[in-house]
C-alpha cells in the first residue's frame, strides 16, 4: 500500500513539474542539410527555459541589446499580443528559384520555415515567450534609464 502511494505522489510530482516546464509551450528548431552526408538537428526546449534564462543573461549584454532598440520595444509587444488573437494566416511568403521562405502564426506561435537548395530550416515560437522576452527588455530599459537620471 505504501509503495502504490509513493509511485503515485511521485508520478503527481512528475505531471505537476512537467506542465509547469511547459505551460509556456515548446520552442522547436529543425535543420536538415540537403547532402547525402548531411546533419539533420532536431530539438525541442520549454519556453519557460528561455524566461529562465534572461534572468541569468548578463545584465551589460542585455543593456547593449535594447540600447538602440528600447523606443521600439513597446511597439513591438503591442503588436505581437494583437497578432496573438488573430486568426491563423502566412504573415509573409517569399519564393524564388533558390529558396522558399515562409513566416506564418499558427495556433498561438509564429513558424519560419525555409527551404533552400541546400538546407531546410523549420523553427517554431510562442508568440507568448516573444511578448515575455520584449517585456524583460523594456523592464531593462526601463531601468537603465532610471540609473542614468539618478547619475546625472
Same mark, same amino acid.
Given at each position: 500500500?505504501?509503495?502504490?502511494?509513493?509511485?503515485?505522489?511521485?508520478?503527481?510530482?512528475?505531471?505537476?513539474?512537467?506542465?509547469?516546464?511547459?505551460?509556456?509551450?515548446?520552442?522547436?528548431?529543425?535543420?536538415?542539410?540537403?547532402?547525402?552526408?548531411?546533419?539533420?538537428?532536431?530539438?525541442?526546449?520549454?519556453a519557460?527555459?528561455?524566461?529562465?534564462?534572461?534572468?541569468?543573461?548578463?545584465?551589460?549584454?542585455?543593456?547593449?541589446?535594447?540600447?538602440?532598440?528600447h523606443?521600439y520595444?513597446?511597439?513591438?509587444?503591442?503588436?505581437?499580443?494583437?497578432?496573438? +488573437?488573430?486568426?491563423?494566416?502566412? %504573415? #509573409?511568403? /517569399?519564393?524564388? @528559384?533558390? !529558396?522558399? =521562405?515562409?513566416?506564418? +502564426?499558427?495556433?498561438?506561435?509564429? %513558424? #519560419?520555415? /525555409?527551404d533552400? @537548395?541546400? !538546407?531546410? =530550416?523549420h523553427?517554431?515560437?510562442?508568440?507568448?515567450?516573444?511578448?515575455?522576452?520584449?517585456?524583460?527588455?523594456?523592464?531593462?530599459?526601463?531601468?537603465?534609464?532610471?540609473?542614468?537620471?539618478?547619475?546625472?
Amino acid at each position: 500500500m505504501f509503495f502504490t502511494k509513493a509511485i503515485a505522489g511521485m508520478a503527481g510530482t512528475t505531471l505537476l513539474a512537467g506542465a509547469l516546464v511547459f505551460h509556456e509551450g515548446v520552442i522547436t528548431v529543425n535543420v536538415r542539410e540537403k547532402r547525402a552526408d548531411g546533419d539533420h538537428v532536431r530539438f525541442f526546449v520549454p519556453a519557460t527555459v528561455v524566461s529562465y534564462g534572461m534572468g541569468l543573461a548578463p545584465e551589460e549584454q542585455i543593456r547593449r541589446a535594447t540600447r538602440h532598440a528600447h523606443e521600439y520595444l513597446p511597439v513591438a509587444r503591442i503588436a505581437l499580443q494583437e497578432l496573438a +488573437k488573430c486568426p491563423d494566416s502566412v %504573415l #509573409v511568403e /517569399v519564393k524564388d @528559384r533558390d !529558396e522558399h =521562405v515562409l513566416i506564418e +502564426k499558427r495556433g498561438g506561435r509564429l %513558424l #519560419v520555415n /525555409v527551404d533552400s @537548395r541546400s !538546407e531546410e =530550416v523549420h523553427v517554431g515560437v510562442p508568440i507568448q515567450t516573444v511578448v515575455s522576452v520584449i517585456k524583460e527588455l523594456e523592464s531593462s530599459a526601463a531601468r537603465e534609464k532610471a540609473a542614468a537620471i539618478v547619475r546625472d
